[in-house]
Structure formats: structure tokens, C-alpha cells
């Protein structure tokens, strides 16, 4: 099982420049942090990191499926996923994230766990509402879309008729 100490990057003994970590991120990551939601997961994660003389800039790109429960049905299917976010590191005095673009870390520092930033950002790649393609093209065979479609309401067919009172109540509106 990867340990999240495996996200941590030590930059105090880099060079200044572009440095590239490469992560794949499956099923045991998501355990780390309690979150039921996937059912599997197969994610790759790149995270570049460009160390400046005082800062650093991180780039977090992530492509891959997870496979989750359909809102409507609860039938598992893999959703693809990408997404980037940008992230800068700043030297103070005292720890504060703030700003979600921005994270200060005391001077002494010299390493930075990302774990918490990819996790963040596969979640949030994920689409709000989760419909198992399936469901959109009508080929997903279910018990459960069956007793939708028997429960949903019915069309009214039949031509209603009117009490002739309320004709007469609507000639007043138009009679002048």
C-alpha cells in the first residue's frame, strides 16, 4: 500500500529549475483518506515543480478513470478525469493556506507532502452529478431505471373537458 510519506517532496537539495515526480494514484491512496466515493481508481499524477531562488511554483496535472456509482442507477462505470492546478510556494514566518493558489511555509522548511493537493484535485475533476452513460443513450438495461420509468408520471391523453360555467366565465373577459 503507497503511504502518503511517498507524496512528500524535499526541495532544500534540488537545483534551481524544473524538476518532474510522477505519481499513480490507485485505490490504497483514496483509502488513506477515508473517501468512499470510487470504486477503483487508475490516475496518473505529474507534478513539476520549478524551484526559484525564493519560491516555488508547482504544476499539478493529473489523467486517468476512476470508476464510480451512477447518481440514478448506483451502477458502477469508469468516468475519465483531467485536470491541472497551479500552485506557489512562499517563504514567511508562519504557515497559512489561506489562499488556495498560494501556501506560505516558515523558512526552516525543507520539504512539502503534495498528497493532500492531488487528492483535492482528482475529487474535484469528478462531475457533480454522475450519470452512467448508459442512462444518456438508453442502452443500460436496470432494475432500477424499470421501476423509474413505471413510477414516473404518465402523459394525460385524454382531452379534458371543461364545466360549460367556466365558458361562460371566460366569455365576460372577452365580451365588451
Known amino acids: 500500500m503507497k503511504k502518503l510519506k511517498d507524496f512528500t517532496i524535499q526541495f532544500v537539495g534540488l537545483k534551481t529549475g524544473k ?3 510522477d505519481y499513480k494514484i490507485e485505490k490504497a491512496f483514496f483509502d488513506e483518506f477515508e473517501y468512499d466515493d470510487v470504486n477503483d481508481i487508475d490516475v496518473q499524477a505529474k507534478v513539476e515543480l520549478n524551484k526559484k531562488d525564493t519560491f516555488l511554483e508547482f504544476n499539478f496535472d493529473i489523467v486517468g478513470v476512476v470508476n464510480v456509482n451512477c447518481d440514478l442507477t448506483n451502477e458502477p462505470y469508469p468516468e475519465e478525469i483531467s485536470g491541472n492546478f497551479d500552485l506557489v510556494v512562499k517563504f514567511g514566518d508562519d504557515y497559512n493556506d489561506e489562499n488556495e493558489d498560494i501556501l506560505v511555509v516558515p523558512h526552516g522548511e525543507y520539504e512539502i507532502n503534495v498528497a493532500q493537493y ?14 452512467h452513460p ?3 443513450d438508453g442502452t443500460l438495461k436496470s432494475d432500477i431505471l424499470d421501476k423509474l420509468e413505471e413510477l414516473s408520471p404518465k402523459e394525460n391523453t385524454t382531452e379534458e373537458t371543461t364545466d360549460p360555467r367556466w365558458d361562460k366565465l371566460k366569455n365576460l373577459l372577452t365580451d365588451k
Open 19 to 21: 524538476h518532474l515526480f
Open 118 to 131: 492531488i487528492y483535492e484535485l482528482i475529487v474535484l475533476s469528478l462531475p457533480s452529478k454522475r450519470i
Open 134 to 136: 448508459g442512462v444518456e
